[in-house]
């Protein structure tokens, strides 16, 4: 599964065990528009450390903080590359 | 039952009477009561000990039994030495309660400066012309770990540790006692201490065994009360002799009793089910008899056998005259101005009743939200395959923390049954919790580690 692929998978999951309705995952959707709050996403990054090994945000500075889904992915494609170098 | 402020362990046993046929038991021999008539296990030296202030370090708790028959009224102080003292520890207890002497069943090695005398005991016995003479209140220290890890030192007397008896036993024969727990400890010693002063015997627990060989070994005895953590009733539950012991009466104690753990035990033994607070600070507080979770929320503001109860912003607090006399070495004072002693427990009323919500210092801070890890696995320990549930924080760069889960289940699982479980435990957090207390993530594991205290091992993150 590529990064990008585990990262909507677990936004989806995410989504339905709080019943909440998903906006569509585009890349420039808004993050506060996608209907995930601040705990589902904190859920989203605890399971996202378990699967994927990496925890972009330990060490993100404030001006990096991602702000649409896109960011988000690329946030940890870039960790993920990171890591396996 | 006369408390006991001047009888001496001895005398009380003696009072009580049919030594022929009462025992104590441990892992390597049984001893009837009448065998310590004139006899001692100790080589005769404890009149070397009148008036002086000993520390008892045994590896074998039945020895540790007889030394303490033997020497309360004898010495002025006594100090329950649990096994996993360490040697600053040890240290440090032994000049705060200027001991003279240690009495011990095996060899010491650390290097022990100023502790003049080793007096040797054990479980065997030999012929001793006993002259009890005039006895005095022997103070009884027991350690409890405090935060810092230094232990804190508590002293009870006889008077404050004994028990009125159950007089609700109604059984054909003599109750045998039984507790997982460590005699040393203030739950085992008044288990030890009810058993001996009621006139009955005790099959005594050992660091050195599992459950399985514990409950392999008292299985013969003919136990009619046990007592013990609910996690040690999880264990026991799960290990293959759970049906060696079928003891009528079973108490929890020392943790939160769910209701879930309430239930299976009554249904497995077919026993009557009590829970009891009880600490080494505030004293045993009271028992809950009804089969219920949690107590009813009528005897706050009361006095249930001998114990006042008060709720105060969200706390237990208790007072009892069997609340411990006061801490030796520096430590503040047990308790409060009007004698309540703060549990530390947190309760929330629901409907008629008052329920355990967890310890108030292991609480999870999710983005600002309050959590007890105790609540979760509450919820988690409702799915009938869970056998065992931990809760606790891990930390989260998002929220600070977040609430995680691990839990053991029955039975053997494969990958798509760990999955299909995992996702119906999911289901029943949502259903019973608000969101920011349902774990992020739930895993499956072979065990949890549970302490020597026979309490569930938390971790703090």
């Known amino acids: 599964m590529s990064v990008q692929s585990s990262v ?10 709080q019943n ?11 993050l506060l528009d996608s209907g995930l709050d601040s705990l589902c996403l904190a859920v989203v990054v605890a399971r996202l450390e378990d699967e994927l090994g990496v ?10 903080l991602p702000v649409t889904v896109g960011d988000f992915v690329h946030l940890y494609e870039d960790a993920v590359n990171k890591k396996q170098k | 039952m006369q408390p006991y402020e001047h009888k001496s362990l001895w005398d009380a046993i003696y009072a009580a009477g049919n030594l022929q046929e009462r025992f104590l038991c441990g892992t390597e021999r049984v001893i009837k009561l009448a065998e310590l008539e004139q006899c001692t296990s100790l080589r005769g030296r404890a009149e070397t000990l009148r008036g002086r202030s000993v520390l008892l370090r045994t590896r074998d708790l039945l020895a540790s039994a007889l030394a303490m028959i033997e020497l309360d009224g004898i010495v002025r102080r006594m100090v329950l030495c649990p096994p996993d003292l360490k040697t600053d520890d040890l240290l440090y207890v032994a000049a705060a309660v200027q001991a003279d002497a240690i009495v011990c069943d095996g060899t010491i090695v650390e290097d022990l400066h100023g502790i003049a005398e080793l007096v040797p005991c054990g479980t065997e016995l030999e012929p001793h012309a ?15 770990s405090g935060t810092t890890g230094t232990p804190k030192m508590v002293v009870h007397t006889l008077g404050t540790l004994g028990m009125a008896v159950d007089s609700s036993v109604l059984l054909d024969r003599r109750p045998v006692w039984c507790s997982f727990y460590d005699i040393r400890r203030y739950g085992g010693l008044c288990i030890f201490l009810r058993a001996l002063l009621g006139g009955d015997s005790m099959v005594i627990s050992s660091v050195c065994e599992t ?11 003919g136990i009619t009360h046990m007592s013990g953590t609910p ?4 264990r026991t539950i799960m290990s293959p002799a759970a049906r060696c012991i079928s003891p009528p009466y079973i108490r929890m104690s ?13 249904d497995f033994y077919q026993a009557k089910v009590a829970h009891a607070f009880a600490s080494t600070e505030a004293g045993v507080g009271f028992a809950v008899n009804d089969g219920l979770a949690g107590f009813p929320a009528a005897w706050a503001g009361t006095r249930q056998s001998e114990v006042d109860i008060k709720v105060e912003d969200g706390a237990l607090l208790l007072r009892s005259r069997r609340n411990a006399i006061r801490y030796l070495g520096k430590n503040p004072a ?11 427990d947190m309760v929330e009323q629901r409907g008629d009743r008052y329920y355990y919500v967890g310890r108030r210092d292991g609480m999870i801070n999710v983005g600002g939200l309050k959590i007890h890890p105790e609540e979760v696995e509450t919820v988690l320990q409702m799915h009938p395959r869970v056998r065992m549930a931990l809760a606790h924080a891990r930390k989260n760069s998002i929220t600070g923390s977040l609430v995680v889960a691990e839990v053991v289940l029955d039975e053997d699982h494969d990958d798509a049954d760990r999955t299909k479980v995992a996702e119906e435990l999911l289901h029943l957090c949502r259903s019973q919790l608000p969101a920011h207390k349902v774990p992020a993530t739930i895993r499956i594991v072979s065990e949890l580690p549970v302490a020597v205290t026979g309490k569930i091992v938390r971790h703090g993150e």
């Open chain 2, 231 to 234: 996690s040690h009733w999880r």
């Open chain 2, 254 to 266: 020392g943790e939160i009793a769910d209701q879930a753990i309430l239930d299976r035990v009554r």
């Open chain 2, 130 to 144: 006993f002259q009890r003479g005039a006895q005095q209140p022997t103070e009884w220290i027991l350690l409890t």
């Open chain 1, 55 to 64: 925890d972009p945000f330990a060490s993100t500075e404030e001006s990096k």
């Open chain 1, 20 to 30: 909440i309705t998903l906006a569509p995952l585009t890349d420039d959707l808004g």
């Open chain 1, 8 to 17: 909507k998978q677990q936004f989806t999951n995410v989504a339905k065990q």
């Open chain 2, 211 to 221: 459950t399985t060989e514990f409950l392999e070994r008292v299985g013969a005895h």
């Open chain 2, 334 to 344: 047990v308790c409060g101005a009007d004698g309540f002693v703060n549990t530390g």
